[in-house]
């Protein structure tokens, strides 16, 4: 799985012990990997459902100054699915003796852990056009306010009024949104997957 690798070690006795058992009875434990996989790979996509991480933890809201500037295409607003490409990214891959789950979506990382992002000092420039009538309204529907606006694409060229600006040296800071990790819930899943493979339960490969 290509990308940023994050490992999140599973600290569990009873689910060593399972796997372990697994193990010592000679069958191919791919089947029981993909079961893991799959189990694990749904717990994930649920979490953004319920906009929360492992143990049902609440995802930091979104900035107050975030919601003002968010265009009206995003409402209800959702943490992490803007464009869906995280979470449709998510995967897992199962071999005989291990089985990873995760994304190959490269800013992936900073929303699981958080953290900053040092945006460097640019210039820019901006085209304007002058309207007829002020941007704003009273409530007799009279116009008022600016008469300045942002130049659409098709106009740009016809204006005449473009500003030069540099946008300062700035850091925006993402919290920690973690939806990667394996809880008491996804652990007890975990153990009643393997045993079903111990039992020999339909849908596992090699069953007696």
Request: glycine share 10%; hydrophobic share 35%.
């Amino acid at each position: 799985m290509a990308g940023t690798s994050i490992t999140i070690d599973v600290d569990s006795k009873p689910v060593r012990d399972g796997l372990k058992a697994a193990a010592d009875t000679g069958r191919d434990l791919s089947p029981l990997m993909d079961a893991i996989g799959q189990a694990v790979l749904t717990s994930t996509q649920m979490r953004f459902e319920a906009q929360a991480g492992p143990g049902r933890a609440k995802w930091a809201p979104f900035a107050a100054s975030t919601l003002k500037r968010m265009p009206k295409r995003r409402t209800p607003a959702q943490l992490l699915r803007d464009s869906g490409r995280l979470y449709s990214s998510l995967t897992f891959e199962a071999g005989t003796d291990q089985v990873v789950v995760g994304t190959n979506v490269v800013y992936a990382g900073i929303h699981q852990l958080g953290g900053d992002i040092v945006k460097p000092e640019r210039e820019g420039s901006a085209t304007f056009i002058y309207a007829k009538e002020g941007a704003g309204r009273t409530k007799d529907g009279k116009r008022v306010g600016s008469k300045l606006r942002f130049a659409k694409a098709s106009t740009r060229a016809k204006s005449k009024h473009t500003r030069d600006f540099t946008v300062p040296e700035h850091t925006i800071h993402i919290p920690a949104r973690p939806y990667l990790g394996v809880d008491k819930d996804d652990e007890l899943e975990i153990l009643g997957t393997i045993t079903d493979f111990l039992k020999g339960k339909a849908g596992f490969e090699g069953t007696p």
